[in-house]
């Protein structure tokens, strides 16, 4: 079993529609947690930190539930520019950081 | 302010043979990662640097070693290369006070024959 599981999709979606996507975790010590995002043949871009009070930024909502091991991403209004992959990452302990493989996003007309 | 820069963008190397992979971190971060991303599979952590010194690692094999420079900047040195190995090297900075905030560069690809 992977030390960090995302749902790979691929999720397509109209424009306009709400997509959540979920990332779980098996160490109960690790301490921080990210969203990244990922376009084709580029570099992953920092996206959200996630926290257990949950947090906002704009369209995106990211959530932590430390008792289930799991961290979510919801996404609403979908546009076009946010086809992409979703990457989850789960950090520590010890500094080592584990990338969930993504999931993909299509976001169509 | 500039961001990560890597270089170089692509290398092509003979199975055996020896390779070095720079990264110059972001202006203000002392803490670099690095990556290896294969196709269609999330980023592999490799190792971080802080401080010049490792103080953290993956699965990864000695043959995979690194070093960080007083400025920040840091290699990564792969030995006696394997078909493996090829995928897309990643390196990423870090902020002082926020080691967990990676920004990343734009990678280097590596093809192994």
């Known amino acids: 079993r992977k030390e960090v599981e995302q749902d790979p999709g691929p999720f397509n979606v109209p424009e306009g529609a709400t997509v959540a996507f979920n990332c779980t975790y098996s160490?109960?010590?690790?301490?921080?947690f990210f969203w990244y995002r990922q376009d084709c043949r580029k570099e992953p871009k920092l996206l959200m930190s996630v926290y257990s009070s949950g947090n906002e930024d704009g369209r995106f909502t990211a959530q932590l539930n430390r008792a289930s091991q799991y961290i979510s991403l919801l996404i609403r209004d979908s546009k076009l520019s946010d086809s992409a992959t979703y990457l989850c990452?789960?950090?520590?302990?010890?500094?080592?950081?584990?990338f969930g493989d993504g999931t993909t996003l299509t976001v169509k007309p | 302010e500039t961001g990560v820069t890597q270089s170089p963008t692509h290398l092509i190397k003979t199975r055996g043979q020896q390779v070095t992979l720079r990264c110059s971190s972001q202006s203000g971060h002392n803490t670099v990662s690095w990556y290896q991303q294969a196709l269609g599979q999330g980023p592999q952590f490799i190792f971080q640097y802080y401080r010049e010194e490792e103080n953290g690692r993956g699965n990864f094999p000695p043959r995979f070693s690194g070093l960080q420079f007083p400025n920040y900047s840091s290699e990564l040195n792969v030995n006696a290369l394997e078909l493996d190995d090829s995928a897309l090297y990643l390196c990423?900075?870090?902020?002082?006070?926020?080691?967990?905030?990676?920004?990343f560069g734009p990678g280097t690809r590596l093809t192994v024959t």
């Open positions: 990423a900075s870090s902020p002082r006070d926020h080691p967990y905030e990676q920004y």
């Open positions: 160490n109960s010590a690790s301490q921080s």
């Open positions: 990452v789960v950090n520590g302990p010890r500094y080592k950081s584990t």
